[in-house]
Nanobody
C-alpha cells in the first residue's frame, strides 16, 4: 500500500505563503494523479490541485488558479503545493492523495485510492 505523509502546514496572515510537501512511497504508475484536497469544518472535501504522474500536466480549482502551484519530483517521490496570496477562505485541512488510474482530470476525490493524514493551513486577516 502507498503511504503519503504531508508536511508544511501552519498559520499565516492574509497574503502570505506556504509550501506543502507530500512524501510518498515509490509508484510504478504513469497513468494516475497526485492531488491536493482540502476540507474545512462543515464543508465537503474538494480538489485543490492535481498533477499527472506521467506527464506532469496540472489541474487547478478555479478558486486557486494563479495563486497555487503543484509540482512533483518523481525521483524523490515527492509532491509539492506552493500556495501564495493566501486568503482566509483557504483555511482548511489539506490532504495529499494518490490515484493509480484516472481518466479525465485529477480533481475528483472519488478517483483516489490513497490518502495522507492531512496538514492544517490557517489564514487570518
Amino acid at each position: 500500500q502507498v503511504q503519503l505523509v504531508e508536511s508544511g502546514g501552519g498559520s499565516v496572515q492574509t497574503g502570505g505563503s506556504l509550501r506543502l510537501s507530500c512524501a510518498a512511497s515509490k509508484s510504478t504508475s504513469s497513468n494516475g494523479c497526485m492531488g491536493w484536497f482540502r476540507q474545512a469544518p462543515g464543508n465537503e472535501r474538494g480538489g485543490v490541485a492535481g498533477i499527472r504522474t506521467g506527464s506532469s500536466y496540472t489541474y487547478y480549482a478555479d478558486s486557486v488558479k494563479g495563486r497555487f502551484t503543484i509540482s512533483q519530483n518523481n525521483a524523490k517521490n515527492t509532491v509539492y503545493l506552493e500556495m501564495n496570496s493566501l486568503k482566509p477562505e483557504d483555511t482548511a485541512m489539506y490532504y495529499c492523495a494518490f490515484a493509480r488510474w484516472v481518466s479525465g482530470g485529477c480533481l475528483a476525490a472519488r478517483g483516489y485510492d490513497y490518502w495522507g493524514q492531512g496538514t492544517q493551513v490557517t489564514v487570518s486577516s
